[in-house]
């Protein structure tokens, strides 16, 4: 599987390339808008409805445009207006393989087209995926919930190809770990399959309870029980929906983090409570402030570092509502400002330290260990995967090169040039950075940040 984010670090051009002037607080104000997690997700439902769908709050990333262009070469009317969505599916078309595999590796997002592609048209191609380069990220879960579905699933050189010959069945099924996209994937199937499907041991994150929303507004039933039991009553026809995308709290917590983390205050206006719950209480153990506004236009939550000592912290992420995996590494970079030793133990995803090399070369004081130093043993300690991490501060952090690896990590890297002393230069920006933060550069710039793009070849030349 071929990935977006998995580009070896000297790949990245030596003008994809931000120049940080470290040591000064964030202070002021960002707006967040709709979930990269859900947007496009909700760009996939779009496609099993017999009538055009409007979504709002579309943020300027992108995996928006490669969902965008997912959805064109298989026939539905897209357009954008500002940050609204207007997509009309009743053109829905099978597409081939060369153009469909444009796409490959640019995103997770192609798999969960299956469902929808086989019941509109009866089979389906997917490329190679992308995403972030943080475990070995298998689909094995997809697939074979499709199977039992009663998808003929071949994989061939160029791709994955699907037909549905005797169409799709509800199923009873149980994931062996709350997988977000393989209760995405079943969704997304069973809401058009004959008969009702049972779900069991789903992941109930936000974003999957907001397209839940979605498509109940098209015409599904779906009814989430306790314990992580799902249950959806297959329907003949879906018709298109109206919404505004839930703001996307991954983005809201790293802008949370890099106010602790340069000891400033930032309003993240659109951020919600209620979804950031278990990162609020986080932010709160080490130290940080927040007020939160609920106002019903203006609202959001401002988050400030008091100017009192951080204090260390032992975390483990898990899924909703668990601390989410995606906050992991902004979190971190704050808390190598914490005073004594903290802990991170990442139960997700078994390779999602990889970024920390870079903070140990700035100084941080960061040790990895296979063991679940966490207190819940998790599958990855097992397998001794470096996936617990021990982080002693407080560490000066002082500017270096770095090269951003992943989404995440970039943003965790900008957080840390900003809160070193001196001049760092962060490459690899507008590749990884730009498919999950819309306009952080003038977002940067808004809040104070001393920040500039290379300006002659030889500023931009690494050293
Ligand atoms: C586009 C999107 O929404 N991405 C999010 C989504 O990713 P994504 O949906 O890919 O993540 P999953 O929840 O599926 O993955 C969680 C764990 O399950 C494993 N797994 C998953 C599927 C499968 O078939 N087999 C399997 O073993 C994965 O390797 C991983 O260890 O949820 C993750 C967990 O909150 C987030 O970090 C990502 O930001
Ligand atoms: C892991 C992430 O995304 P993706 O699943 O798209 O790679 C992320 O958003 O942090």
Redesign the pocket.
Known sequence: MSSTDATTPETAPSEDMLIIHGGTPLDGEVQVRGA??LV??AMVAALLGTSPSVLRSVPAIR?VEVVTGLLRVHGVDVDLDGDTLYMDPTSVESAGVEEINVHAGT???PILLCGPLLHRLGRAFIPDLG??N??????????DALRKFGAVVEKSADGTHLSAPNGLHGIRYEL???????T?QVLLTAVMAKGTTELRNA?I?P?IIDLICILQKMGAIIKVHTNRVIEIVGVDELKGYSHRALPDR?EAASWASAALATQGSVYVRGAQQADMMTFLNVFRSIGGAYEVNDDPIEGGIRFWHPGTPLKPVALETD??PGL???WQQPIVVALTQADGLSIMHET???NRFGYTSELRRMGANIELYSDCLGGTPCRWGRRNFLHSAVIAGPSKLHAADLQIPDLRAGFSHLIAAMAAEGTSRVYGVDRYITRGYENFEAKLLGLGAKIERPTSPTLAGRP
Not at 135 to 140: A, K, L, V
Not at 176 to 182: L, R, Y
Request: proline residues 5%; contains cysteine; charged residues 30%.
């Open positions: 990269k997690n496009s997700k995996d995103s997770r997002i995403g972030c943080i475990g070995g990220r298998p689909i094995d879960f997809h697939l062996e770990f709350p997988s977000v996209g393989a995405e992941a994150e974003e991954i899924v909703h989410m995996t995606d997700v995803y078994e």
